[in-house]
């Protein structure tokens, strides 16, 4: 069962705790500067349109939304890109459930999209969401904005706006979680040993 927005999800039972790399005010300055970085290289906020990934992407976006808006008194466009059906594994694993995308009425076309993530590790998702895009309209312009970069790139894919690098292992997890989807904001990372109560992501 997927997480719903704002419902407080309780962490699995044998979840270990992991180390805690972002905290909650950590979270939220990176926020902050993230948003002033995409506003200061697209000189203001008129043609942006934020689409958060599913799932933490999605509220992320909608915080930098938030962010904008007190500085610009603007409401950018926000919405959400289900990448499911254009990952590259998906015949490996065909049995994966649906997400939601949400285009603002405006649309894409002409405006410069910034896709936000929570983690950004090999760049197969985001490959996976430039493809959705290419079918949605053609953007002037995309940029990618992410919480964690934690590299072991498999694609060239870069952040142009990141929160955090955060060299790992490739043995090690990273764990976000956000108060709107789990019930607190954190970043934790997570030994091969240990449990972070959520599946590997190893294709961001």
Known sequence: MCAQPGVPQPAAPDAAPGRVVLDARDIARALTRISHEILERNK????????????RGVPLAGRI????????????P???????????????KPARALLHTEIPD???????????????????????ALDALNDLGRPRAVRLAVLVDRGHRE???RADFVGKNLPTSLVER??????????????????????SGEPKRGDA
């Open 44 to 55: 203001g906020a008129g043609d942006l349109v934020l689409l958060g990934i599913p799932s």
């Open 65 to 76: 939304a938030e962010r904008i808006a007190s500085v610009e008194g603007y409401d950018v």
């Open 78 to 92: 926000t919405g959400s890109l289900d990448v499911t059906m254009y990952r590259d594994d998906l015949r490996l």
């Open 106 to 128: 405006s649309g894409i076309d002409g405006r410069t999209v910034v896709l936000v993530d929570d983690v950004l590790f090999s760049g197969r998702t985001i490959r996976a």
């Open 155 to 157: 694609l060239p894919i």
């Open 174 to 195: 990273v764990r976000v979680t956000l108060a709107d989807v789990d019930g607190e904001d954190a970043v934790t990372i997570h030994g091969p040993d240990e449990r």
